[in-house]
């Protein structure tokens, strides 16, 4: 009999034609009352062949009418640990330190909990805590979060603060067999490979796509828990279903209004323009040039959002031809770009000094230093909780608190406006 036990707490689609039972598995229907078992989808479209079929997790391979869900419980194979496996040294401020010591106290209470911290205020070390605190008990934590970037982004960070557990990293773009270990980082779409496998699930980044308002994935992050075990949301713009929990009494709410090193988050700048940003001949806006200009000449790393994939190349060519500057190094990136990972990479190593990127880089990534321009900040793409977040790339260093956020527009919205009015709420 083949050894499954990396597959512990997995799930995992079998063919009509596959009898086999494997030993120690249970088997259930992947389609039951019109309904996916897998991601919880609704049944709506068939196959030539006439049988159903599930588009809402057909990104982890098709699951049909007639095929199997093979689900092997999870076991606790871990030891308990003297030393829960925290090598960090690092220091908590006295705030950071109450969220933490709450976490850790909800998590032994078996409560979950709801991380309101703004952007910058250490959410990542926060954590420290209470993973080590599962980890000490000999129990499973995942953490997921609906961003390739940011798994890349917790990965390194967790790596070093714990160097003694294996860490499992799982996305879509990064194939790797499937691990027993204590602690996976993975996206919330990998989710759904699991089934009451985790004691403890951390959900970072909880109101960006593509997890907010996304059934599938909300149905994944609930059956990949055991039903004993605790979950940890964080995010610096809570949706509105999760505050509602809060007002149940179902989740404490955990607020936290300063940044580690206690400045206040960067207001953002306003600029009017009534011409378009870009004209028929393809030339930008004299004064948006002169913007671009007056960051580049400041040394500062410069993040441009633009609301759409199809600008980048226009704007990068555009800004090409008229800094006309030898040594200024710039590219574009977005979520289909085969190169993004080491794009993103070249930036925060200092190694590009422009990069033109879409909304796949407004949240849970950290570059030093760096100064932000949105380009038609009143575009439908860009809500208020995405303007909030692309406004916290800034001023995230202690030796560099501040910095220019600039909001470029034509019409003044309400997601601008609500925008501002959260930040300097923040601020108080």
Known sequence: MEDLTLLSGRQWIVSQEDSS?????NQVPVFEKGICNRCGDRLKYKLPSGKYYCRGCIGLGRASEGNWLIRLPATDRFEKRKNDGLTWQGKLTPLQQEISDQLVLNFREKKSSLVHAVTGAGKTEMLFQLI?????QGKRACIATPRIDVVNELYPRFQAAFAQIEIGKY???E???PGLEQLTICTTHQLMKFYQAFDLLVIDEVDSFPYVGNAELHFAAKNAVKNTGMRAYLTATPTNDLLQEVKKGTIQLLKLNRRFHGGLLPVPKEKLFIKPFLNKRQQIHPALLTEIKKVILSKHP?????PRIEEIPTYLKTLQDKLKMKELKMAGVHAQDPQRLEKVQAFRERKLDVLLTTTILERGVTFKNVWVIIIAADDAIYTTASLVQIAG??????EDPTGLVLYCYHRYTKNIRTSIKQ?????K
């Open 21 to 25: 039972i494997l030993e120690g598995c």
């Open 302 to 306: 410069l993040l441009i959002f633009v």
């Open 175 to 177: 194939y790797k067999e």
């Open 423 to 427: 930040i300097r709420e923040m601020n």
């Open 171 to 173: 996305h879509g773009r």
């Open 393 to 398: 790339r800034v001023g995230r260093a202690q």
């Open 132 to 136: 080590a605190t599962c980890l000490s």
